[in-house]
Every structure is written in structure tokens, then in C-alpha cells.
């Protein structure tokens, strides 16, 4: 258990829709990365966040947007959903800015399935 | 920029036999290097990283890997493999200079055979 929490586990919604996944990070951590894992694409870095601020952005789409709360918990949505979305969307956590060195523990994902 | 090549997407290995797991990168600038598992239906876990010093990393569950810089490589090893080592392997890369995100291979899967 790496103590990174994430609900829901599973998803299942219709094209069109918006959903928000959840992701709480270790204890004491600042730091909230999101992935994306697609057969296709593999792993794929969305977006990161510390301590409440957007720090960097990767391949995430204009309909995702992501967000870290005061409690340090975040949350990434995902509007009008295509079936190209159905996927596992990860969150990790670490305690430092973003340094090279730093060790990111991953959640067990929320799997989500577009119909 | 920086990519990761994972040059076997399936590598099946009897039990208590050897396993190499090969990955290669390309990178403009200097990187620290990690090798990641994924088990079943979990989320990733670290198994070892490279960041100075001695180029042979040693890491959980007797996995090691070796960094050559010459031939851009970070091979992962494990001298007698187990039926719970099977599970996806991913290597991964991030620039030294910080606030860059990881970047992954395509990830390997070993499978076990008894």
C-alpha cells in the first residue's frame, strides 16, 4: 500500500459526459502528478501539482482539467467524454517541488470505461 | 525531450531462471533513471533508481539494473526469478534539472512459468 488513495476504482459512463476522479496523496506529501495509462499510448504525464499550484503540464486534453485543494487532496475532470477516453487514470504523490531525484508513489488508479 | 524504449513488450521465463529486461533511452540532457512494476490491478511501485555514483543499482525483491551511459541503456536483472514476479515492468526517465515530468516506456510484461 503505497498510501496514495483514489475513488472510484471503476467508472463506467456514456460519451458526452463529465466525471471527476479523486485522489488523495501520502500523508505530508505536496506534490500531485496525474497519468494516463491507454493500451495505445502507454503512460502518458497529464499534469502536476504543488501545494495548490499547477506546476506542469503534459499531454492533458482542453476538456480535462484537474485541480489541489487546501487539504492537498486533488481532483482531475473530464468533460464530454469519447470513447478514446476509456483508460486508467493514475495519481502519485511525493513530497518535494519536483525535484529530478524525487520518488512518486502511485495510487491503485481509477479505471474508466466510456460506452 | 526525452523517450524511453522498452525493446520486449513479453518476456516469459521459467521459475528460478535468469531475466534481463531491456530498456534504452534518448535524452538531450542528463537524467536520473527508475525502473517501476506494476502487479495486477495495482498501481506502480518503485523498484530502483539511478541517480550518481555506482552505475549497478541494487533494488527490492532482488531485482538490480545497470546504467551505461555509452550505450544509453538501463537494463533491469534478476538472477532466479519467482511466480510473483510476474507482473508489468516499466522504466522510466526524468530530466536532473527538476520539475519534468517522468517519462515511461511502453513497459514489459514477465510472466513466470512454472
Known amino acids: 500500500d503505497s498510501g496514495v488513495t483514489q475513488t472510484p476504482k471503476h467508472l463506467i459512463t456514456a460519451t458526452g459526459q463529465r466525471v471527476t476522479l479523486r485522489c488523495s496523496p501520502r500523508?505530508?506529501?505536496?506534490?500531485v502528478y496525474w497519468y494516463q495509462q491507454s493500451l495505445d499510448q502507454g503512460l502518458q504525464f497529464l499534469i502536476h501539482?504543488?501545494?495548490?499550484?499547477?506546476?506542469a503540464k503534459g499531454n492533458i486534453l482542453e476538456r480535462f482539467s484537474a485541480q489541489q485543494f487546501p487539504d492537498l487532496h486533488s481532483e482531475l475532470n473530464l468533460s464530454s467524454l469519447e470513447l478514446g477516453d476509456s483508460a486508467l487514470y493514475f495519481c502519485?504523490?511525493?513530497?518535494?517541488?519536483?525535484?529530478?531525484?524525487?520518488?512518486?508513489?502511485f495510487g491503485p488508479g481509477t479505471r474508466l470505461t466510456v460506452l | 525531450a526525452q523517450s524511453v524504449t522498452q525493446l520486449d513488450s513479453q518476456v516469459p521465463v521459467f521459475e528460478e531462471a535468469p531475466v534481463e529486461l531491456r530498456c534504452n533511452y534518448s535524452?538531450?540532457?542528463?537524467?536520473?533513471l527508475f525502473w517501476y512494476v506494476q502487479y495486477p490491478n495495482q498501481g506502480l511501485q518503485l523498484l530502483l533508481k539511478?541517480?550518481?555514483?555506482?552505475?549497478l543499482v541494487k533494488g527490492i525483491n532482488g531485482f538490480e539494473a545497470e546504467f551505461n551511459k555509452s550505450q544509453t541503456s538501463f537494463h533491469l536483472r534478476k538472477p532466479s526469478v519467482h511466480i510473483s514476479d510476474t507482473a508489468e515492468y516499466f522504466c522510466?526517465?526524468?530530466?536532473?534539472?527538476?520539475?519534468?515530468?517522468?517519462?515511461f516506456g511502453k513497459g514489459t510484461r514477465l510472466s513466470v512459468i512454472a
Open positions: 522510466a526517465v526524468r530530466s536532473i534539472s527538476g520539475n519534468t515530468p517522468l517519462v
Open positions: 500523508s505530508g506529501d505536496l506534490s
Open positions: 535524452s538531450s540532457v542528463s537524467v536520473y
Open positions: 502519485a504523490s511525493s513530497s518535494t517541488s519536483g525535484l529530478g531525484t524525487d520518488t512518486q508513489y
Open positions: 501539482y504543488y501545494n495548490g499550484e499547477e506546476r
Open positions: 539511478y541517480l550518481s555514483g555506482s552505475t
